[in-house]
């Protein structure tokens, strides 16, 4: 899966030139069934059937793809250049647009390359690093720098330099059809077979395969799948804890002995994290702080070392086959007539609980009072998920960056769902659209790039999406039980004891590390001399995250990671000259 980039000086060149006509960057996955619809039966190169496709059906090929991609194409006789990405936005594409250049490309550490390209950072985005942990789309941490959105495709008029994204294809329109009325063991058979279909298609020649496997349903119906349908024998890999809370690693051990694959365990260690911490800026294009991105660089880092070339993992799971969580509290909240909760509103936002000193400091309760204000004005489902995905409130990021244009458009604004649509389908799109798109897809797709493997997530093939989205949510959680139809197609596959369990999650302990290891490293990146050399942050407002953390409030981890992973980054890209 490699990476390209492109630049165009419009002082020097008016266009592209034909040479670079067509320029695909990824995996295309029926290529078969497009060559039949173009009417070619040779064997050609990806690139190459694009081209003719795109003589053909023009910016319709675009919905025809399926795959994970990035494609730029130029119509010299419009003078016209398409940016594409993926339906879901698996491998990231971006862009840049300022003072007569034009760049474009698949890594945003090769823009640095080029003069005239700033690294100015866009207070908008840090504004949406700091509420969220992560960047959504399309805005990038760079002024006049944008991610091409999933499922859309960039027009770029070479005459005029300007540009506008087009949706070819959404998430909410798999919702428009008529849910399935057949039975549930028909819907659980016909799952069953897309699922298979979505493996075989992925599968190729010259791959050397291992999946990652933390035990849960999704990375063990994935694994099961391909024990099924591979040659050969499969390579897991699990990363375990030495902190039992969170770790997964005996539970993984027993369903890789279960299907008989060739099983790869490492125990993260305080060793690991100083190794790998460090060099998460990196990996990532931009300011990220899923801490589970340090398990995550580290278990494909061992993939790579044991010859493999190919990953596969059991990503989107949550999201198509529905966890839903909060489901029933949502539900109940928007039961609630409209005139009680803007009165109970009304009264609540006047109580200033960062004013009250036994509260400030206590637990997060700011944040969480804010989240909880948030979530009761929520008119929809999507701004519920907003709000409960909150890092820093709005008061805190006004005072962090001296920013108050807090009213930007993101992805939360785009959710649209149809206004039939059942509730645990709106959860689930919601997240579909933003954390995972967002946070989940560039945690596993970084990893992979960093060590130039190729990233394979059959749970969210496009077909599987579009099936699930018309399953009832009476069965995509039956009687309290989530995920109940991929559940009872793994147990078709593995014993149900293995897998009935809590889900720990993929973690670490940097809290302990934090007041361990890391500390020294902490203090180096967020100390008073640096943040106001920075001139980013307010320096009172970083260091009383830092100094309540180490005072023994332990609720301002996450605020602290997120400013320790973007000093980080920050320090890293102010190194590259």
């Given at each position: 899966?490699?990476?390209?980039?492109?630049?165009?000086?419009?002082?020097?060149t008016?266009?592209?030139?034909?040479?670079?006509?067509?320029?695909f960057?990824g995996?295309?996955?029926?290529?078969?069934?497009?060559?039949?619809?173009c009417?070619i039966?040779?064997?050609?190169?990806?690139?190459?059937?694009?081209?003719?496709?795109?003589?053909l059906?023009k910016?319709?090929?675009?919905?025809?793809?399926?795959g994970?991609f990035?494609?730029?194409?130029y119509?010299k006789?419009?003078?016209?250049?398409?940016?594409?990405?993926?339906?879901?936005?698996i491998?990231p594409?971006?862009?840049?647009?300022?003072?007569?250049?034009?760049?474009?490309?698949?890594?945003l550490?090769d823009?640095?390359?080029?003069?005239?390209?700033?690294?100015?950072?866009?207070?908008?985005?840090?504004?949406?690093?700091l509420r969220?942990?992560?960047?959504?789309?399309s805005?990038?941490?760079?002024e006049n720098?944008?991610?091409?959105?999933?499922?859309?495709?960039?027009?770029?008029?070479?005459?005029?330099?300007?540009f506008?994204?087009?949706?070819?294809?959404?998430?909410?329109?798999?919702?428009?059809?008529?849910?399935?009325?057949?039975?549930?063991?028909?819907?659980i058979?016909?799952?069953?077979?897309?699922?298979?279909?979505?493996?075989?298609?992925?599968?190729?020649?010259?791959?050397?395969?291992?999946?990652?496997?933390?035990?849960?349903?999704?990375?063990?119906?994935?694994?099961?799948?391909?024990?099924?349908?591979?040659?050969?024998?499969?390579?897991?890999?699990?990363?375990?804890?030495?902190?039992?809370?969170?770790?997964?690693?005996?539970?993984?051990?027993?369903?890789?002995?279960?299907?008989?694959?060739n099983?790869?365990?490492?125990?993260?260690?305080?060793e690991?994290?100083?190794?790998?911490?460090?060099?998460?800026?990196?990996?990532?294009?931009?300011p990220?702080a899923?801490?589970?991105?340090t398990?995550?660089?580290?278990?494909?880092?061992l993939?790579?070392?044991?010859g493999?070339?190919?990953?596969?993992?059991?990503?989107?799971?949550?999201?198509?086959?529905?966890?839903?969580?909060?489901?029933?509290?949502?539900?109940?909240?928007?039961?609630?007539?409209?005139?009680?909760?803007?009165?109970?509103?009304?009264?609540?936002?006047k109580?200033?609980?960062?004013?009250?000193?036994?509260?400030?400091?206590?637990?997060?309760?700011?944040?969480?009072?804010?989240?909880?204000?948030?979530?009761?004005?929520?008119?929809?489902?999507?701004?519920?998920?907003?709000?409960?995905?909150?890092?820093?409130?709005?008061?805190?990021?006004e005072?962090?960056?001296n920013?108050?244009s807090?009213?930007?458009?993101?992805?939360?604004?785009?959710?649209?769902f149809?206004?039939?649509?059942?509730n645990v389908?709106?959860?689930?799109?919601?997240?579909?659209?933003?954390?995972?798109?967002?946070?989940?897809?560039?945690?596993?797709?970084?990893?992979?790039?960093?060590q130039?493997?190729?990233?394979?997530?059959?749970l969210?093939?496009?077909?599987?999406?579009?099936?699930l989205?018309?399953?009832p949510?009476?069965?995509?959680?039956?009687?309290?039980?989530?995920?109940?139809?991929?559940?009872?197609?793994?147990?078709?596959?593995?014993?149900?004891e293995?897998?009935?369990?809590?889900?720990?999650?993929f973690?670490?302990?940097?809290?302990t590390?934090?007041?361990?290891?890391?500390k020294?490293?902490?203090?180096?990146?967020?100390?008073?001399?640096r943040?106001?050399?920075?001139?980013?942050?307010?320096?009172?407002?970083?260091?009383k995250?830092?100094?309540?953390?180490?005072?023994?409030?332990?609720?301002?981890?996450?605020?602290?990671?997120?400013?320790?992973?973007?000093?980080?980054?920050?320090?890293?890209?102010?190194?590259?000259?």
């Amino acid at each position: 899966m490699e990476d390209f980039f492109r630049f165009v000086d419009f002082s020097k060149t008016p266009a592209l030139t034909t040479d670079e006509a067509i320029i695909f960057s990824g995996s295309l996955y029926n290529n078969q069934a497009l060559k039949k619809e173009c009417n070619i039966v040779e064997e050609i190169e990806d690139s190459k059937l694009i081209e003719e496709a795109y003589k053909l059906f023009k910016t319709s090929l675009f919905e025809k793809l399926d795959g994970i991609f990035n494609l730029a194409i130029y119509d010299k006789k419009s003078n016209l250049l398409f940016l594409a990405r993926d339906k879901i936005g698996i491998k990231p594409f971006y862009f840049y647009s300022h003072n007569q250049s034009l760049i474009f490309g698949s890594n945003l550490k090769d823009f640095y390359n080029i003069s005239t390209f700033s690294k100015k950072i866009d207070k908008e985005a840090l504004t949406l690093y700091l509420r969220y942990g992560h960047i959504l789309q399309s805005h990038t941490i760079f002024e006049n720098t944008h991610k091409v959105k999933s499922g859309h495709y960039v027009c770029y008029d070479l005459n005029k330099q300007s540009f506008y994204q087009k949706k070819y294809w959404s998430l909410e329109e798999c919702y428009l059809k008529e849910k399935l009325g057949i039975n549930e063991d028909a819907i659980i058979e016909n799952i069953d077979l897309l699922l298979q279909k979505s493996i075989n298609k992925r599968l190729h020649k010259n791959q050397k395969i291992a999946v990652s496997l933390s035990g849960g349903y999704d990375s063990s119906m994935v694994t099961a799948l391909l024990t099924k349908l591979h040659s050969k024998k499969i390579d897991t890999f699990t990363i375990g804890f030495s902190q039992d809370s969170i770790n997964e690693a005996p539970d993984a051990k027993k369903i890789a002995q279960n299907l008989g694959t060739n099983h790869h365990e490492h125990y993260f260690s305080a060793e690991d994290a100083l190794a790998i911490i460090p060099k998460l800026c990196e990996v990532y294009d931009e300011p990220f702080a899923d801490y589970a991105a340090t398990p995550t660089v580290l278990m494909n880092s061992l993939v790579k070392q044991n010859g493999f070339n190919t990953l596969f993992a059991g990503d989107g799971g949550d999201e198509v086959f529905a966890t839903a969580d909060d489901v029933k509290k949502f539900e109940r909240l928007l039961k609630l007539p409209t005139p009680l909760k803007q009165s109970l509103y009304k009264i609540l936002n006047k109580v200033e609980i960062s004013k009250i000193p036994i509260l400030n400091d206590y637990k997060n309760i700011p944040t969480k009072y804010y989240k909880f204000l948030k979530i009761l004005k929520a008119t929809d489902i999507s701004q519920m998920v907003e709000a409960k995905n909150i890092l820093f409130n709005e008061a805190e990021i006004e005072k962090l960056i001296n920013n108050k244009s807090l009213s930007l458009h993101t992805t939360f604004d785009d959710i649209n769902f149809p206004p039939f649509s059942e509730n645990v389908d709106k959860i689930i799109g919601s997240y579909f659209k933003t954390s995972m798109t967002d946070a989940e897809l560039v945690k596993t797709f970084g990893a992979a790039r960093a060590q130039k493997l190729d990233i394979s997530l059959p749970l969210l093939d496009i077909e599987v999406i579009k099936y699930l989205a018309r399953v009832p949510q009476s069965i995509k959680i039956k009687n309290g039980e989530k995920k109940y139809i991929l559940k009872k197609i793994a147990h078709q596959y593995m014993p149900k004891e293995l897998l009935q369990r809590p889900k720990s999650g993929f973690s670490i302990p940097f809290s302990t590390w934090f007041k361990g290891p890391l500390k020294e490293l902490v203090y180096e990146q967020i100390n008073e001399k640096r943040v106001k050399d920075d001139s980013i942050f307010d320096i009172e407002s970083v260091l009383k995250i830092r100094d309540g953390f180490y005072g023994g409030n332990d609720a301002y981890k996450y605020k602290l990671w997120s400013l320790f992973i973007f000093q980080l980054w920050y320090e890293n890209i102010t190194q590259v000259k």
